[in-house]
């Protein structure tokens, strides 16, 4: 997958597309102005910048993702960690939780995601 980056309106408005698609592109003006106040020729100017980033399309007034959500968090995940952590998950992880901290259920869960990954 292609790097995708977005700004915070863009990740916003992606974020209620997944939620809603596929969804036709006048009900989509609708709830860009109700979520977000805009008015049709602003959803449609960020509607056209996400569909030639490669993230959106628009066919046939059917608005669709071309990407998925999970992927293109997941892509962006590994970006952060390439960039921020050198590829270090482990350095990652060590951060996060340094601040956050842990709760059990989520440590038994990563453990379980080790266990999985080791077994294939």
Known sequence: M?????????????????????IGSGDLVKL???????????????????????LLKNEDG?????ISKEAFYSKRSEQIVTESY?????????????RKGLKPQEAMEIQKLIDEYKSK
């Open 32 to 54: 860009c102005a109700k979520e977000f106040g805009w008015k049709k020729p602003t959803t449609y100017t960020v509607l056209r910048k996400l569909c030639e980033k490669g």
């Open 62 to 66: 059917v608005v669709s993702s071309v």
């Open 2 to 22: 292609q790097e995708i980056e977005l700004g915070s309106i863009q990740e916003r408005f992606a974020d209620l597309v997944w939620a809603n698609e596929p």
């Open 86 to 98: 050198g590829g270090s998950l482990p350095s990652f992880i060590a951060a996060f939780i340094s």
